[in-house]
């Protein structure tokens, strides 16, 4: 398979990710807090936490974040 072609995948799997991360991230939020905005600041702290060690894979590998986008 080219360079190429590997391209595609990869942005799939990121795409995966990153929705199975909001995912889980709303789903915790939802079963932690009450209330709207407890519900909002748990969301973007569970997103945080649960995307750094992606971020981190990702420039440990070499890969820039936003390669072909």
């Known amino acids: 398979m080219s360079v190429l072609g ?7 799997g990121t795409l995966l990710v990153r929705g199975l991360v909001s995912g889980i991230a709303c789903y915790l ?6 209330g709207l905005f407890a519900q909002l600041a ?3 702290f569970f997103t945080i936490v649960l995307a750094v060690p992606w ?12 390669d072909g986008e």
């Open 6 to 12: 590997t391209a595609p995948l990869e942005q799939v």
């Open 29 to 34: 939020a939802i079963r932690v807090t009450d």
């Open 42 to 44: 748990a969301a973007v």
């Open 55 to 66: 971020e981190l894979v990702n420039r440990l590998v070499g890969r820039e974040p936003n």
